[in-house]
T-cell receptor, first 111, second 109 residues
């Protein structure tokens, strides 16, 4: 079973608040990813990292930012949450192109 | 850009076979994947196939790949109620996975 964790699992927050979604993995994987899953279920890559101090934007434009100071940790931050940020956010990690291990996701609701 | 297409819903009876279809557009994808997502959970890799293969079988799962038509299918034999979930087809033409919208499989007893 994959050891990748996301907290919180559910978050309801008001507009304008700063939030950080946490993602940690204990597998020592260099590659980590953040996906946004629309209510209609489609997933889009919003950020990825190939190692410490490496971060890139994904295919879908996002107002969020990420950091990768430690191999095991890849947090995502929204400086000022808006209702349009309401979605499910999935974190994943991988060592190769064979498989990405996914966390359970954070379901974010911005009121 | 890349676009992966799937039908959105499939309903089968327990014990029947399920076939979920997927069409992808980027022929440079080296690997093609099937992921399963159960309610409230993340995605779990079910199986993958190399682009130079036509078929891969793993217990109740059979993956067929038609590179000419860019068509991928997942067959689940003897479908069980526990197979009810959303199934995502994905390809990797570059940086990360490109997903389809997912097919919701509903299994009735």
């Amino acid at each position: 079973e994959a050891d990748i964790y996301q907290t919180p699992r559910y978050l309801v927050i008001g507009t304008g608040k700063k939030i950080t979604l946490e993602c940690s993995q204990t597998m020592g994987h260099d590659k980590m990813y953040w996906y946004q899953q629309d209510p209609g279920m489609e997933l889009h890559l919003i950020h990825y990292s190939y190692g410490v101090n490496s971060t890139e934007k994904g295919d879908l434009s996002s107002e969020s930012t990420v950091s990768r100071i430690r191999t095991e940790h890849f947090p995502l931050t929204l400086e000022s949450a808006r209702p349009s940020h309401t979605s499910q956010y999935l974190c994943a990690s991988s060592e190769s192109r064979y498989e990405q291990f996914f966390g359970p996701g954070t379901r974010l609701t911005v009121l | 850009g890349e676009d992966v297409e799937q039908s959105l819903f499939l309903s089968v009876r327990e014990g029947d076979s399920s076939v979920i279809n997927c069409t992808y557009t980027d022929s440079s994808s080296t690997y093609l994947y099937w992921y399963k997502q159960e309610p409230g959970a993340g995605l779990q890799l079910l199986t993958y196939i190399f682009s130079n293969m036509d078929m891969k079988q793993d217990q109740r799962l059979t993956v067929l790949l038609n590179k000419k038509d860019k068509h991928l299918s997942l067959r689940i034999a003897d479908t069980q109620t526990g197979d009810s979930a959303i199934y995502f087809c994905a390809e990797t033409p570059g940086t990360a996975l490109i997903f389809g919208k997912g097919t919701t499989l509903s299994v009735s007893s």
